[in-house]
């Protein structure tokens, strides 16, 4: 069998036979990839041409619609990758990790279109006023970029590594070409093709090379954007070519490193920290056999509590059953490659110089249900460094693989520093359940990792682990990390967005973000904002209203419903020496009274108030003082029906200005209210 690379909308088998692929548990032959014959620059050309400018043209609901469709598609087939996942080693839970986490994150991407205007461009931060009379204004857009996400993947995880960056870069609205790592690229071929036939993504979103991409930054441009997740010596080869520092291009890289997990002082045995420490690191050291870019790689545990942690350790990973993955009661499946084992071996070898074997043995261990001769497998290795911070191998050297070392401290300084002399991970943990030590370790050990997990008994339950990246937080760290990072959220869905600051009057950036800007040109109509659908009302359209002068009758009335006695309010002999000339409205009042004048009473469009957001009291308001407000359609949200028979509706967000008599903004807020739509279907 020969795998096939997607290509200008075809299927396409490259000439030549290509490298072989094996099945890591038994060693037999799959297939075959090859990307020669491929025109590299016309992939590029291709995804820029045809690709992108319908991903641009989309907006972000819809974008998020179409990721949320791909995740359901996958969910009802994914029983079908399990066989293929199996062969490149991977146990069940192994698989989850691949398969359903990589779904899960299209998912949560999904999920993320209701943070975003319904638009396909994003208005990032605030207005920044950039005049003494506010007639001049700035802010900042971000738009699509103009090229390709070239997504460079690891062996490890063949579905999520693929999963994970499309989710990002085609909400942003940006094709990608995704190319797996060779030697598992059979399971993501498998799920490429039915992503493909689906029909959910417009032609030119996606395409895959299964075999070499050697050349193709030759054809990278400035619009572009290129993922890498790997070995830290292959990152820092692509991110210095030509083509990348001269064109400019962001190079996200996502390497391997050296993470560590710290066992606080008071996690002694016996406690449920110390046995949490030990489960969660037999299950980083043989999760993927260890093959992941997120695995413990040193163990930091106090020196009174090495042998202890030693011990412990040794049980809980001599249940390990190591095997083919579809055997019963196997635990560890195989590595990826017999060349993966033969790396590890190596790199143990070079551990062993300052450090000692205390658990494990590389040549005698046992396997159910395959031959240890014929498949990539090895058995855990736990070493010990004894002195740390002379003998530095350990920190400089990475097995990737099922191998984890131990190393002493005195006290939690010395922790952090051990944790720093990894030169940047990640993620790091440390288990502990004193809060001091808790914040004490990650002030001073966050500068050196992309992320750090507390784990204790308050939050075991539902953690998802030392080695588990989250969609809607950042994945990467600095240093031998890579200093990149995705994911993130909206954090990750940015860094294929471009910021571009825009100036001018607020009038003109109402019109260019569609969003109304404080200061900019308002429109009255004859008929109330509540009595219009969500699809009839404009931006900048304005409801002045009635006046109301403000009484010390209203500030006493207020003062007995609300239960709000603050002195300022009711005790006019406690005001020396404060800022208030006199007995001064509740900012709340002013806002109930705000409502007031502002709301239409009679049923309409308008469903619901659905909150407040930016409230602020700018000037205080006291008896005798009138008080009006201008109503203003700020920005519009539009929701998609989650049933059929759902009211279609959207949010529409007011400005609420409410001014004195002297012409000044008194209170200033933001209210959500639900309306209706005209159309509803």
Not at 61 to 84: C, D, F, Q, S, V
Not at 279 to 295: D, I, L, S, W, Y
Request: charged residues 25%; proline residues 4%.
């Amino acid at each position: 069998m020969k795998l096939k690379n997607y290509a200008l909308g075809e299927w396409v088998e490259g000439s030549g036979e290509g490298q072989a692929l094996f099945d890591a548990v038994t060693g037999e032959i799959i297939g075959h990839a090859t990307s020669k014959g491929l025109g590299f620059d016309e992939m590029m050309n291709y995804a820029r041409r045809v690709g992108g400018p319908v991903l641009r043209k989309m907006t972000f609901p819809e974008r998020g619609r179409m990721l949320k469709a791909l995740a359901l598609h996958l969910t009802n087939i994914k029983a079908k990758y399990y066989p293929l996942s199996y062969q490149t080693g991977a146990t069940k839970a192994d698989s989850w990790i691949d398969i359903d986490g990589g779904i899960g994150t299209l998912f949560a991407y999904a999920s993320l279109r209701r943070k975003f205007p319904n638009e396909s461009y994003y208005v990032d931060g605030e207005e920044a006023n950039l005049s003494k009379n506010g007639s001049f204004i700035g802010h900042h857009i971000m738009v699509p970029k103009r090229g390709v996400a070239l997504h460079i993947n690891a062996f490890n995880f063949p579905v999520w590594g693929m999963l994970e960056k499309i989710s990002v870069n085609l909400l942003a609205g940006v094709p990608a070409i995704v190319k797996p790592a060779t030697l598992t690229s059979f399971l993501t071929e498998a799920i490429f093709q039915d992503i493909i036939a689906s029909g959910i993504l417009p032609e030119g979103a996606l395409q895959l090379i299964c075999g070499s991409a050697r050349g193709i930054l030759d054809h990278v441009e400035s619009q572009d954007v290129v993922t890498f997740t790997g070995s830290a010596s292959t990152g820092r080869m692509l991110k210095s070519h030509r083509r990348i520092l001269e064109e400019a291009v962001p190079f996200n890289m996502e390497a391997d490193s050296l993470n560590c997990s710290v066992l606080g002082e008071d996690a002694v045995p016996g406690t449920p920290e110390f046995d949490l420490f030990v489960r969660e690191v037999r299950r980083e050291m043989t999760a993927k056999c260890g093959q992941k870019c997120t695995a413990i790689r040193r163990v930091i545990v106090p020196e009174n509590l090495l042998e202890d942690v030693q011990i412990a350790l040794g049980k809980a990973l001599s249940k390990t059953v190591i095997g083919d993955p579809r055997a019963a009661g196997v635990k560890m499946g195989a590595l990826a490659g017999k060349v993966q084992v033969e790396e590890v071996k190596e790199r143990v070898a070079e551990l062993s110089k300052t450090a000692e074997i205390v658990y494990g043995d590389l040549e005698n261990f046992e396997v159910q249900g395959a031959s240890k001769d014929k498949g990539a497998f090895l058995a855990p290795i736990l070493m010990l460094q004894s002195d740390p911070f002379n003998n530095t191998d350990v920190h400089e050297i990475e097995a990737f693989g099922p191998v984890s070392t131990l190393m002493p401290y005195k006290n939690l300084d010395e922790a952090i520093e051990l944790a720093q002399m990894g030169k940047g991970s990640l993620c790091c943990s440390i288990a502990t359940s004193d809060d001091r030590i808790a914040r004490d370790y990650v002030l001073g050990a966050a500068t050196h990792h992309g992320r750090i997990l507390v784990l204790n008994e308050a939050s075991a339950k539902e953690s998802t682990g030392h080695g588990s990246p989250m969609p809607l937080l950042v994945h990467g760290g600095p240093g031998r990390a890579g200093g990149g990072e995705e994911m993130g959220g909206l954090r990750g869905v940015k860094h294929y967005l471009q910021r571009c600051a825009i100036q001018g009057s607020p009038t003109t950036i109402t019109a260019i973000t569609n969003v109304y800007q404080y200061g900019a040109r308002q429109t009255e109509k004859p008929v109330h904002v509540f009595r219009k659908h969500f699809e009839e009302l404009e931006i900048g359209e304005t409801v002045v209203t009635a006046k109301h002068t403000v009484t010390e009758a209203d500030i006493v009335n207020f003062a007995n419903v609300s239960g709000d006695n603050f002195y300022a309010h009711v005790d006019v002999t406690a005001l020396d020496d404060t800022i208030f000339e006199g007995r001064v409205a509740h900012g709340y009042f002013v806002l109930s009274k705000a409502a007031g004048l502002f709301v239409e009473a009679k049923k309409g469009p308008v469903l619901l108030n659905y909150g407040i957001d930016e409230c602020r009291f700018t000037k205080p308001v006291y008896p005798g003082a009138t008080i009006g407000v201008r109503l203003t359609v700020k920005e519009k949200v539009d929701q998609e029906k989650r049933e059929a028979d759902d009211i279609a509706k959207g949010i529409v967000k007011f400005l609420v200005d409410v001014y004195d008599e002297t012409g000044e903004t008194v209170a200033l807020a933001t209210i959500l209210t639900m309306v209706k739509k005209l159309d509803q279907n």
